[in-house]
């Protein structure tokens, strides 16, 4: 189907544990984000793609690393899980880099880090 | 830097009646502005966006917003809210476009609907 789609949808990991958080979109929007979601703190970013090969850190990066091999996917790896990273996390991407467009949001993925 | 203030973090209405829910945003430029929706357990959902023209914008489900440059203000309205409205709304500004386009978000405003 078309469209942007995450997985998994929910996810459990012991501290320390590595873990990925695919995205993948099937439109070839050009940008593509990533934020987490928490209470008390709305989405916040933490990192972005303009293109393929092209990252940039967001609000909140640290303890986080992305890659971008190809344009249509976008996966966000925590490197050593901590309970802090408990959150909702959200991927999204939007046409092209200027303020004008709307970013599309994918469902969502629940990590719990216990 | 820019940001979004949503002061009111939860709202309750009875379905029938009107809403309002309000943004306020620092940007040094010319904003460009959205409203998103998330109902329960789902992602985000364009509700309408701001670019330029007219001050008052029309979006999805009966919503508007009016743009305020004087208040720095884009508040959200609706004029007889019904029961699956109730989700949470967030308030957002995107940045300079280029590499650093973005988006920033509000913190949420939790809209109730009461029967």
């Known amino acids: 189907d078309a469209g942007i789609t995450q997985s998994p949808r929910y996810k459990i990991t012991e501290t320390g544990r590595q873990v990925t958080l695919m995205c993948h979109q099937t439109?070839?929007?050009?940008?593509m984000f990533w934020y987490r979601q928490d209470l008390g703190h709305g989405l916040r970013l933490i990192y972005y793609?303009?293109?393929?090969?092209?990252?940039d850190k967001g609000e909140v990066p640290d303890g986080y690393v992305v890659s971008r091999s190809k344009t249509e996917n976008f996966p966000l790896t925590l490197e050593s899980a901590t309970r802090s990273q408990t959150s909702v996390y959200f991927c999204?991407?939007?046409?092209?880099?200027?303020?004008?467009?709307?970013?599309?949001f994918g469902q969502g993925t629940r990590l719990t880090v216990v | 830097a820019q940001s979004v203030t949503q002061p009111d973090i939860h709202i309750t209405v009875s379905e029938g009646a009107s809403l309002e829910l309000r943004c306020n945003y620092s940007y040094g430029a010319t904003p460009y502005l959205f409203w998103y929706v998330q109902s329960p357990g789902q992602g985000l959902q364009l509700l309408l966006k701001y670019f330029s023209g007219d001050t008052l914008v029309q979006g999805i489900k009966g919503f508007e917003a009016e743009f305020k440059r004087s208040q720095s203000s884009f508040n959200l309205r609706k004029p007889s809210v019904h029961w699956s409205d109730a989700a949470e709304y967030f308030c957002?500004?995107?940045?300079?476009?280029?590499?650093?386009?973005?988006?920033?978000f509000g913190k949420g405003t939790l809209l109730t609907v009461n029967p």
């Open positions: 957002a500004v995107a940045t300079s476009g280029g590499s650093n386009y973005k988006l920033t």
């Open positions: 793609s303009a293109a393929a090969d092209i990252t």
């Open positions: 999204a991407s939007s046409v092209q880099g200027a303020r004008n467009t709307e970013a599309f």
């Open positions: 439109w070839s929007h050009s940008y």
